[in-house]
């Protein structure tokens, strides 16, 4: 399935005081990582809104293989894990510059109708779009 690499500086706000990445930014980066694949795609989550479709993370998991440090340039691969239905899941991975694993992680979002606040399936020119792509 279609996947994205998202550059990321780690800025000075976002270390601990050992030059750390605090653990709750890496949330912050695969955000970002999903904003940008679905960015790729065509759209965006401001546009989705404007449909009263909202993506709310109903699952989310990290596993921490090394520090990231302030001012390293991370990489986020953002991949779908397949098709989405009312649920949309992603697989991430964070590198900083030479190529090392520091995280892994995965997120699952639901499709949900802002107006009703019930689930719905995912837009189809989304699915349509995704089919073209891979």
Known sequence: MKNTLTK????????DQMGVVYYGNYALYIEQGRTEWLRALGF???????????????HFSIDYKRPARY?????VKTTLKKLPSVKIEFYYEIFNESKQ????????????DSTTGKLRKA????????????
């Open 8 to 15: 990321i500086r780690v800025r000075y706000g976002e270390t």
């Open 44 to 58: 965006s989550y401001k546009e989705m809104e404007a449909q009263n479709i909202h993506l709310p993370v109903v």
């Open 71 to 75: 001012d390293d340039l991370l990489t």
């Open 101 to 112: 694993l520091l995280a892994s992680a995965s997120t699952d979002l639901v499709f949900i």
């Open 123 to 134: 837009p189809e020119y989304l699915i349509e779009k995704i089919n073209k792509t891979s």
